[in-house]
């Protein structure tokens, strides 16, 4: 198996440009999170979906940013406008619902807004 | 204040020497406790996961978790350079639930 699977590995961009960033998870796995990781913050959930579904969007930062799931094998994280302080590193992880212990991560999208 | 509690360190060690690692939680609702390690520039990956309080021991790696005290453990012993890392532990309420996450601590083996 390939792993969780995100694209781009880096982006690089500039104030109020769309970014959007792509995740493959593991086949089989029916739970998709999208994490934010800064040194100040440390983690952070942003969004999880079950089965395609958006069911906590809680730690969504603000209406720049948004997530879709459109089948079990996709989702995407897009922030527009992007602004600097969303400069971080992203990871998608996919888990089984019923076994805690698989959630495995990508290897995240180091995102730099100028 | 923060529902996982976790010291930044960094943590220096020599080599062969046994790494002591904490968190401290506030949610009396999680069920589930992991360990994960990330290098640096790369995604976590789990080491350890414990279902509600006891000991479990994984080759080198042991955790621990007390729900009394809402405190959970990881023991490297004979550590090496290869374990140098950033440490998180991680808790959820059921199984396949969102992790709530530590702040890491960072953890040098000196040879």
């Known amino acids: 198996d390939a792993g969780v699977i995100q694209s781009p590995r880096h982006e690089v961009t500039e104030m109020g440009q769309e970014v959007t960033l792509r995740c493959k998870p593991i086949?089989?796995?029916?739970?998709l999170f999208w994490y934010r990781q800064t040194m100040m913050r440390g983690l952070e959930l942003l969004i999880y979906f079950n089965n395609n579904v958006p069911i906590d969007d809680s730690g969504m930062p603000e209406d720049r940013f948004s997530a879709k799931m459109p089948n079990a094998s996709f989702s995407t994280l897009k922030i527009q406008p992007s602004e600097p302080r969303d400069s971080a590193v992203y990871f998608c992880?996919?888990?089984?619902?019923?076994?805690?212990?698989?959630?495995?991560f990508g290897p995240g999208t180091r995102l730099t807004v100028l | 204040q923060k529902e996982v509690e976790q010291d930044p360190g960094p943590l220096s060690v020599p080599e062969g020497a046994i790494v002591s690692l904490n968190c401290t939680y506030s949610?009396?609702?999680?069920?589930?406790f992991m360990w994960y390690r990330q290098y640096s520039r790369k995604g976590p990956e789990l080491l350890m996961y414990t279902y509600s309080s006891g000991n479990k021991e994984d080759g080198r790696f042991t955790a621990q978790v007390d729900k009394s005290s809402k405190y959970i453990s990881l023991f490297i012993r004979d550590s090496q350079p290869s374990d140098s890392a950033t440490y998180l532990c991680a808790m959820c309420k059921a199984a396949g639930n969102k992790l709530t996450f530590g702040g890491g601590t960072r953890v040098l083996v000196k040879p």
């Open positions: 086949s089989g796995h029916n739970s």
């Open positions: 949610n009396s609702a999680f069920q589930y």
């Open positions: 992880a996919s888990i089984h619902r019923d076994s805690a212990d698989t959630q495995y």
